[in-house]
């Protein structure tokens, strides 16, 4: 499975980004896909995550700004962020889970200017 993750880019706090994802290859075996992030000095963090079933789950830091969704038919994930904060700066990497492993795409960077 490989992953191409693009929509990164500079925006000013209280403006939006949309992230998305591609997977190719043996995409018949991803389950579930989620966005992850990594800020300067910290560890990387789920940010959202949707399974193959739709359901969603969002960090708490991001809830009611953020949007995952998924588009099975083109094997795309997709990151709507509204209201960015400047906190929300970091590199964004897309992941698939198959049953024996988790692909990661490359990442993306988002700043968020204040």
């Known amino acids: 499975v490989q992953l191409q993750a693009c929509g990164g880019g500079l925006v000013q706090a209280g403006g939006s980004l949309r992230l998305s994802c591609a997977a190719s290859?043996?995409?018949?075996?991803?389950?579930?896909m989620g966005w992850y992030r990594q800020a300067p000095g910290k560890q990387r963090e789920l940010v959202a995550s949707?399974?193959?079933?739709?359901?969603?789950n969002y960090a708490d830091s991001v809830k009611g700004r953020f949007t995952i969704s998924r588009d099975n038919a083109e094997n795309t994930v997709y990151l709507q962020m509204n209201s960015l904060k400047p906190e929300d700066t970091a590199v964004y990497y897309c992941?698939?889970?198959?049953?024996?492993?988790?692909?990661w795409g490359k990442g993306t960077l988002v700043t968020v200017s204040s």
């Open positions: 992941a698939a889970d198959t049953v024996v492993q988790r692909y």
């Open positions: 290859g043996r995409t018949f075996s991803i389950n579930g």
């Open positions: 949707i399974s193959s079933g739709g359901s969603t």
